[in-house]
């Protein structure tokens, strides 16, 4: 049994196509699969601040990047800052930041699903952001999004292209999963499905066929 298409494909590029701009049509239904993601209580906690290239919101969020994701992510066709509302009128939401990882997951797979990329980014300045974007105080700033299409690794810097060549690792399974007691392991190792296979558009871009690379 394989895994679906959609998750295998999925991985986390730099190298983005810079002469590529996403249409409002395109940005409107990845942020509909995000809003359709469930969440605790239905509260719906996640919110986005929205940039294309070489507009004003864009260059902002750019700017609160940290000096590595700056290196590339100036290609990406869109930047979204993903945030939580923290509270609202009856008291803290729970599991906000979950509430919001499910969405941004939901963003993600519609991205590939499109033939689209993206890369997630925790490295950037989040009070930087609040302040440039007058975020209230029950709202916090999680995580950056780079949207786009898969560029050239070959025009990534020299440390970057290593990186993104670098196969794609998880944990075993068997180390993961456990039964009746922490520690006892469900699965036996050799039940475990084989890794997912680099995506097309990897190969494309001059990967070697070793495995998508990046991080998430």
Do not use: C
Request: hydrophobic fraction near 40%.
């Amino acid at each position: 049994m394989e895994l679906n298409r959609i998750i295998a494909d999925r991985w986390s590029p730099r190298a983005f196509d810079g002469a590529v701009e996403l249409d409002d049509g395109v940005l409107r239904v990845l942020l509909e699969a995000a809003r359709w993601a469930p969440s605790h209580g239905n509260t719906q906690p996640a919110r986005y601040l929205l940039g294309r290239r070489g507009d004003d919101t864009f260059g902002r969020i750019f700017g609160a990047l940290s000096r590595g994701n700056r290196t590339w992510a100036g290609q990406a066709s869109a930047l979204v800052v993903g945030a939580v509302v923290t509270s609202d009128e009856r008291g803290e939401v729970p599991n906000a930041e979950y509430g919001l990882g499910l969405a941004v997951q939901n963003l993600v797979l519609q991205a590939v699903h499109l033939g689209l990329v993206a890369h997630q980014m925790g490295g950037f300045d989040k009070d930087a952001v609040r302040a440039e974007f007058a975020l209230p105080e029950e709202v916090r700033p999680v995580v950056v999004i780079a949207l786009g299409e898969l560029g050239d690794s070959g025009e990534l810097p020299e440390d970057l292209r290593a990186r993104e060549r670098r196969p794609r690792t998880r944990k075993p399974l068997e180390d993961l999963v456990f039964t009746g007691t922490w520690g006892r392991r469900y699965f036996r190792p050799d039940a475990q499905p084989s890794a997912p296979a680099t995506t097309d558009g990897a190969r494309s871009a001059g990967h070697d066929g070793s495995g998508p690379g990046g991080p998430v």
